[in-house]
T-cell receptor
Framework: EDQVTQSPEALRLQEGESSSLNCSYT??????LFWYRQDPGKGPEFLFT???AGEEKEKERLKATLTKKESFLHITAPKPEDSATYLC??????????????FGKGTSLLVTP | DSGVTQTPKHLITATGQRVTLRCSPR?????VYWYQQSLDQGLQFLIQ???????AKGNILERFSAQQFPDLHSELNLSSLELGDSALYFC????????????FGSGTQLSVL
């Protein structure tokens, strides 16, 4: 069974203090790994998709990386507006699940001025 | 704004009752996904429809059912409600059957009292 574990559960940073969020996964054949951002009272918003180990993607202050067992979301010089819950999800090659995304429980990030 | 519309935003009901949640996908998207989000379980995939037909099932209870209509809007029916069904229910849409870039609505907060 696919498993996605995110750590830490919560993270508090000062503005400008860079850090990384971790997503460890086990899946029977990885089709893709996804990062989403969720603000309070809203639905998740797509950030990145990574398909193979060694791949990296960047968007503003965020950079996502992927290995065979985990993914990191690096946040460089964060701002208060980066405060949100960051969700990681994996998509299995097993089409029986309709390629549904299996989400982790998320990391709640708070960036203080 | 993701372009996915969910109604109602909030729903309060009693145990044993039945409710219907509604979702209109983004224009042009043929797939609709339903997810349940609770504090302890995180985002759990329930069911997917593609162009009116059921495509994949996740952890959906037998008391729950869904359908997608010819105009592509979808409804999630929850019956014989229990306290544990209280959660945030999200609808998401995508263009194809295995498109991982999901666009989420703002959710329906269901409270069963």
């Amino acid at each position: 069974e696919d498993q996605v574990t995110q750590s830490p559960e919560a993270l508090r940073l000062q503005e400008g203090e860079s850090s990384s969020l971790n997503c460890s996964y086990t899946v029977s054949g990885l089709r893709g790994l996804f990062w989403y951002r969720q603000d309070p009272g809203k639905g998740p918003e797509f950030l990145f998709t990574l398909y193979s180990a060694g791949e990296e993607k960047e968007k503003e202050r965020l950079k996502a990386t992927l290995t065979k067992k985990e993914s990191f979301l690096h946040i460089t010089a964060p701002k208060p507006e980066d405060s949100a819950t960051y969700l990681c999800a994996v998509q299995s090659l097993n089409s029986n699940s309709g390629y549904a995304l299996n989400f982790g429980k998320g990391t709640s990030l708070l960036v203080t001025p | 704004d993701s372009g996915v519309t969910q109604t109602p935003k909030h729903l309060i009901t009693a145990t044993g009752q039945r409710v219907t949640l509604r979702c209109s996908p983004r224009s042009g998207d043929l797939s609709v996904y339903w997810y349940q989000q609770s504090l302890d379980q995180g985002l759990q995939f329930l069911i997917q429809y593609y162009n009116g037909e059921e495509r994949a099932k996740g952890n959906i209870l037998e008391r729950f059912s869904a359908q997608q209509f010819p105009d592509l809007h979808s409804e999630l029916n929850l019956s014989s409600l229990e306290l544990g069904d209280s959660a945030l229910y999200f609808c998401a849409s995508s263009v194809g059957t295995a498109n991982e870039k999901l666009f989420f609505g703002s959710g329906t907060q269901l409270s069963v009292l």
